[in-house]
């Protein structure tokens, strides 16, 4: 894999060899040099016998040993940086809470808090790629001490909006498409400022611990709004919002650059927006992940509209009811990111398989006949969900080139986050025209079905192919290289 710029401050992990498929044409396209593709070079011949172990498309293994749960804590720069985003997670859940109560108290409408909703993530979604663009041109720290500046910023204009008694519903609006605009850089650029602190050997441990702290900030922020907002009104919450982002600036200023990893800013040029989009497609181990993901992200992560619906229709319960279930599932997807801080490597099997049982598991609780099996299966759905979402990131970011970084890290985020507001009308009429449960059965159909195409291309990609040995005391399932079976057709 080309280097490009930046790779000699913080070079790209090699990632393991990732046969190509014997399609007999022309490879031209693959972007692996000659000697990995069966191309002139000291790899060509016969091919060696391999496990099917060795043969299987795996992600960057940067870790030789497992590592303790928190050991990204142990740098610096990632402490600091950790602490101030627990802090501003928080203020940011409690804005959540605090905004959707806001809009709904001055309008009375569902519609309106789904408009301000879609006005901060439709940024996202169309200008998603720009931002990478954005984030690989420049460094990311400065990006960021600017990005959350200007996050911190709204939360205060709404607090001063608020507070003053002046506050109107297009207010609302305005900050949140601000707001929306923010994160089309500061996602990227807060992606790929990971491995700038941690380096490629931490990098899936840190992605993990900040997907825990994302989840223990949700289990604390909803909490903490509601009290604020009962007791002060909606006003208050969105000030501490703000403030909250004091926290993540200084942690940054903080920071010692002479310890970060950092990638050369890539030149302004022309197509490179292009280029990105071109990389991304013709690497196999960057595409499938970031398909997979799109496909979860739009039809499988609707739990707002599935949630409400068995509360509603299936229950018939009330709010505190709906606030358990989300609780439930934050506690899960917590367990996930601690247990996926532990792992020291992140494979193709991994993913695909966290997928199937991600969609199994939905299928399942759509038919649960108890309000209590039914919670109980939020919890490992939530688990698997965020394994998902921890080992495609984590593996995208080592497989990417470091002047590519952002602008993959962009394309990501756009789908997994954009993918939603896409996906939700469509879910959501499927399930009010046949009801919670179908409406949930559908979405983990979708995901098992996406789980089980990629896997096979991956397999496919690999050299691999699905065996089927139903015979007592053997492996009923498993993947076998290609080329054993061409070797042993003959000896059959």
């Known amino acids: 894999m080309s280097t490009g710029p930046g790779a000699d401050s913080a070079p790209a992990p090699e990632p393991e060899h990732i046969p190509a498929a014997d399609t007999g044409g022309d490879r031209s396209g693959d972007p692996r040099p000659p000697d990995e593709t069966g191309g002139s070079g000291s790899r060509t011949g016969a091919p060696r016998p391999a496990d099917a172990r060795d043969a299987a498309p795996t992600l960057p293994r940067v870790e030789k040993e497992r590592k303790g749960t928190f050991s990204s804590l142990r740098i610096r720069n990632y402490r600091l940086f950790a602490t101030g985003q627990v802090v501003s997670n928080t203020g940011t859940w409690m804005q959540r809470i605090a905004q959707d109560w806001l809009v709904l108290s001055l309008t009375g409408s569902s519609t309106a808090v789904g408009i301000t909703t879609a006005l901060q993530f439709l940024p996202m979604l169309f200008l998603g790629l720009y931002g990478g663009v954005i984030a690989d041109r420049f460094p990311k720290r400065k990006l960021l001490l600017m990005t959350q500046s200007a996050m911190g910023l ?22 949140a498409f601000l707001l929306g605009l923010v994160t089309v850089v500061d996602n990227p650029a807060r992606q790929a400022f990971v491995v700038e602190m941690v380096g490629p050997e931490d990098l899936r441990n840190a992605v993990s611990l900040n997907s825990a702290n994302f989840q223990s900030a949700r289990l604390v922020g909803p909490a903490v709004a509601g009290v604020l907002i ?24 903080l920071m010692r650059r002479s310890e970060l990893h950092e990638v050369k800013p890539t030149p302004r040029g022309k197509g490179q927006l292009r280029e990105g989009l071109r990389y991304v497609a013709e690497s ?20 707002p509209i599935w949630l409400t619906a068995f509360v509603d229709d299936v229950f018939q319960g009330d709010a505190g009811m709906y606030g358990l279930l989300n609780t439930l599932m934050a506690t899960g997807s917590l367990a996930g990111a601690l247990l ?77 986050m954009g993918g939603t507001p896409l996906g939700a009308p469509l ?24 789980a089980v ?22 492996r009923h399932v498993r993947f076998v290289p290609r080329a054993r079976e061409k070797q042993l057709a003959p000896a059959a």
């Open 453 to 474: 195409f990629v896997g096979l291309m991956l397999a496919r990609v690999g050299g691999l192919k699905l065996q089927v040995d139903l015979r007592p005391g053997r």
């Open 230 to 253: 009962t007791a002060f009104g909606s006003g208050w919450a969105f000030l501490l919002n703000g403030l909250s982002f004091v926290a993540p600036v200084a942690s940054l200023l």
């Open 284 to 303: 196999p181990q960057l595409i499938w992940p970031i398909i997979l993901v799109g496909f979860i992200g739009t039809f499988g992560f609707n739990f």
């Open 154 to 175: 709204t939360g205060l204009a709404l607090a001063v909006l608020t507070l003053s008694g002046h506050v109107q519903v297009w207010h609302v609006y305005l900050m």
């Open 340 to 416: 996926a801080a532990r792992r020291g490597t992140s494979r193709m099997r991994l993913l695909a398989g966290a997928a199937l049982l991600f969609g199994v598991l939905e299928i399942t609780a759509a038919l649960a006949p108890t309000f209590w099996l039914f919670a109980m299966l939020l919890v490992p759905i939530g688990m698997f969900g965020l394994t998902i979402n921890v080992t495609a990131n984590s593996s995208v970011q080592l497989a990417t080139d470091p002047a590519m970084r952002g602008r993959v890290m962009s394309l990501f985020m756009m789908v997994f």
């Open 427 to 450: 879910v959501g009429w499927v399930t009010d025209a046949f009801g919670a449960r179908i409406g949930f059965m559908a979405g983990g159909v979708v995901s098992a079905a996406a």
